[in-house]
């Protein structure tokens, strides 16, 4: 029998070129070969995209094209737009996120998932998760913008008013640096749904529920919340200090994979000193104490900080609410979800891993049933 490894732990279920993570290294490597820092001074998102569904970057008149598609993408079609309106305005934005992208994609016939669905399901969720925030806001959903990149499209959908260029520039990198991750449990979830032949939506849906749950989509918004109960520099030491006395985990520490410094990490702490610099001072003091408290008491194990930490720094530069953290996740690793659904096409097979028994074998009970 296989061995038992839980969680799935090291074992290989995939093959893939969508994206690797060298967790030894502390390295992200797109598609094609590029160092995740290599990629982000100069790819858009659009481009970071194209790249990781067709395995190179595009030239100009390929990004064009790409960035007509998405634009003409955005809308809402008639069962997506009832059923937003439908919901009710306070439900979570991931509820509303996952529900929508259902009755977007929702149809009569089965369909092998295909580019152009890609492109379509990519460009859609600015604006479901603009709408969902305004309405939660009270305010009344505004249509999208072909005249805007995906980022600036997503700040106006939100806010209603001409974007800021610097925050649609932080939104960017941020949807640069989170579009693909190897395979983690949504991506896994989505390759899983695709193996039985089920639509592109179907595998998008269901990457939505695993993202939602907070050891994996969740972890962003935790970062931030701590770094609120913190409240200041001064505060940390002391903070840390009782947190981790009472067995407290420190959000936005340790990774399943990486044994180093996250390389999207690093990015954003750079980025951060600029984007919310109170903010920064805040966390540049949290991650000092915390780092030095989980080395005194585990020195054998990787504890550095994870990408989910400073993502909540910039963020909240960039003027995103923390309750839209994790829909800004799913916003940037939609084009890996469909990257890796689409690549899986190509050798499709059922996924059916094996169980381990664990309950008693048969004839040791006697069978009993209530009298009638």
């Avoid at 529900?99 to 295909?114: D, I, M």
């Avoid at 997503?154 to 989170?178: C, F, R």
């Avoid at 592109?200 to 969740?218: F, R, Y």
């Amino acid at each position: 029998m296989a061995e038992f490894s839980p969680g799935l732990e090291g074992v290989v279920a995939a093959e893939t070129a969508v994206s690797e993570v060298d967790g030894a290294n502390g390295r992200l490597i797109y598609r094609g070969g590029y160092l995740i820092e290599d990629i982000v001074p100069v790819a858009s998102y659009e481009e970071t995209v194209y790249l990781l569904w067709h395995g190179e970057l595009p030239n100009e008149k390929e990004v064009d094209a790409l960035r007509q598609q998405m634009a003409a993408g955005r809308t809402l079609n008639q069962s997506a737009r009832g059923t937003l309106m439908a919901m009710d305005a306070a439900i979570d934005p991931m509820d509303v996120l996952r529900t929508v992208v259902s009755a977007q994609g929702a149809s009569k016939t089965l369909t092998k998932p295909s580019l152009e669905e890609a492109v379509a399901m990519t460009a859609v969720f600015p604006t479901i998760v603009g709408a969902a925030y305004r309405r939660r806001s009270g305010k009344d959903p505004v249509e999208p913008r072909d005249d805007l990149g995906h980022a600036a499209n997503l700040l106006w959908m939100m806010e209603g008013s001409e974007p800021d260029s610097a925050k649609a520039h932080l939104v960017d990198t941020y949807l640069v640096l989170l579009a693909d991750h190897g395979l983690n449990a949504s991506t896994f979830a989505a390759r899983v749904v695709a193996s039985t032949g089920s639509d592109l939506t179907s595998c998008i849906v269901g990457a939505i529920a695993a993202l939602k749950g907070p050891a994996h989509g969740g972890a962003t918004f935790a970062a931030r919340s701590m770094l609120d109960k913190i409240g200041s520099a001064d505060n940390a030491e002391t903070w840390l200090t009782e947190a981790h006395a009472r067995h407290e985990r420190f959000s936005g520490f340790g990774h399943r994979v990486y044994r180093t410094y996250d390389p999207r990490a690093k990015i954003l702490r750079e980025m951060a000193k600029t984007a919310a610099p109170e903010l920064y001072k805040t966390a540049a003091r949290t991650e000092e104490i915390a780092l030095k408290i989980l080395h005194d008491a585990h020195p054998d194990r990787p504890n550095a900080t994870n990408v989910d930490f400073w993502a909540s720094v910039v963020l909240t530069g960039a003027g995103i609410p923390k309750e839209l953290f994790t829909t800004l996740f799913a916003t940037s690793r939609v084009a890996g979800w469909t990257a890796h659904v689409l690549e899986s096409l190509s050798d499709l097979r059922l996924i059916r891993p094996a169980s381990r028994w664990i309950g008693p074998q048969p004839g040791k009970k006697p069978l009993q049933l209530a009298k009638r």
